[in-house]
């Protein structure tokens, strides 16, 4: 379950990186590509907080002793939070060091 989860995961990373990169279909034009990477951006960054929230929820559950909840599924759910964030925190620092490069640039 975790592996498959993990799997996921890159999936969406990937598939971001790749409408980052602008690999979009070339019929779609300049406006609908920046709302469609803006909607992009924000499905992912609810999608960490969403990730992170379960995790949190879940170690709460854990540490009040609730049965259902055990600690491999703990560690597994605090593990995807952590990653999904570094990876958001990475695409930010990419997407702040492209801005600064544009902004340099003399036009």
Do not use: C, H, W
């Amino acid at each position: 379950m975790s592996g498959l989860e993990i799997n996921e995961l890159l999936q969406q990373m990937r598939s971001m990186a790749s409408m980052a990169e602008n690999k979009m279909p070339a019929e779609a034009g300049a406006a609908a590509s920046g709302t469609d990477f803006a909607q992009l951006l924000k499905e992912s960054v609810d999608k960490v907080n969403q990730t992170q929230q379960t995790a949190t929820e879940l170690a709460t559950s854990f540490e009040l002793g609730d049965p259902s909840v055990n600690l491999s599924e703990v560690m597994v759910a605090l593990q995807k939070a952590s990653v999904s964030f570094q990876a958001m925190t990475q695409v930010r620092n990419n997407l702040v060091s492209a801005y600064k490069e544009v902004m340099n640039m003399q036009v």
